[in-house]
């Protein structure tokens, strides 16, 4: 095997070593991301991240329209509706999820609910950064606070399809 003239870089994340940034209603809990472009130099533009969503929250329906998705169950149950069928969540599902497909994640367990996620190309780090705020290590959650106002611009510039209604909104 012969070197390469650019070999390509590594990344080590520890426990805790993540960028992390807590998250609005409805999903509350907060996000940590691992792998990006902008943490590490790629060829090929993903993020990895981990997000954890307390009990009786749920990760929005949306789609991503330009992306695919994989997303692996690390702890907790709950559910996910996946194009408008519901399957039952529990550590070691994994899950695929092609551009322009609608999904969400609901924790209704009794746990955290933590999910890995993997997207490519990248960007819903940068989302996750944008409408969240920075948590610090062994810091408590703050009480729920809501999206931005311009969450729909933020969406649009980063990973998001056209907005699917929430029927559980005020």
Known sequence: MEPQDDPGEIRFVGPG??????????ANGFVSVHVSPALVRMDTPLAVGTQTVPPGCYIREHVHDRNEEVIHVVAGAGKVRLDGAVHELRAGATIF???GRPHMFINDGEADLTLLWIMTPNGLE?????IGRPKQPGEPAPAPFPRPANVLAIEQ???FGAPIPDPNAT
């Open 157 to 159: 510039a980063t990973v």
């Open 97 to 99: 999820i092609g551009k």
């Open 126 to 130: 940068t989302f996750f950064e944008r």
């Open 17 to 26: 070593e993540g960028q992390d940034f807590w998250q609005p209603v409805p």
